[in-house]
């Protein structure tokens, strides 16, 4: 499914196109209860969220505030040791200026991918993160 919204995204010329199909993803990740049940995928959004704040070259305690989080609470969101809430996610991503949607496509592992399809997306990752990313 994952591969599938990838192709299609390259159909599609512009970002608001884009934005509508991977949101697409996020509402399957909401019907599976992933923050919930973080065990059905791997997800790394710990890693996906230090890797755009530092991007942005935003200090963990600046996106901590902007956030209305601990620095603490931050740090065990980015090192995976504690999994956020759908309102704390929300949050992030406005601080971060992104929609949820760009956070979970950066937090996707190879783990996620089905076998056979994992060369495809490994093809289409880092074009689409620098896609997305663009100003």
């Known amino acids: ?14 970002k ?15 019907d599976l209860d992933i923050f919930h049940r973080k065990q059905l995928l791997s997800m790394n959004l710990g890693n ?3 890797t755009l704040r530092k991007e942005q070259r935003i200090s963990r305690k600046e996106l901590a505030e902007r956030s209305s989080l601990s620095v603490t609470a931050l740090y065990n969101i980015e ?25 979970l496509f950066y937090s996707i592992t ?15 990752q880092e074009p689409m993160k620098k896609f997305l990313m663009e100003k």
């Open 16 to 30: 608001l196109g884009i934005i509508f199909i991977i949101v697409t993803v996020f509402y399957v990740c909401l």
């Open 110 to 124: 190879e783990d996620d991918i089905p076998e056979d399809k994992r060369s495809s997306f490994h093809y289409l």
């Open 48 to 50: 996906a969220i230090q």
């Open 79 to 103: 090192n995976n040791i504690s999994f956020p809430s759908k309102d704390t996610i929300d949050k992030i991503c406005n601080s971060l200026s992104i929609p949820i949607s760009f956070l």
């Open 1 to 14: 499914m994952i591969i599938s919204v990838l192709f299609y995204t390259f159909v599609i010329p512009n």
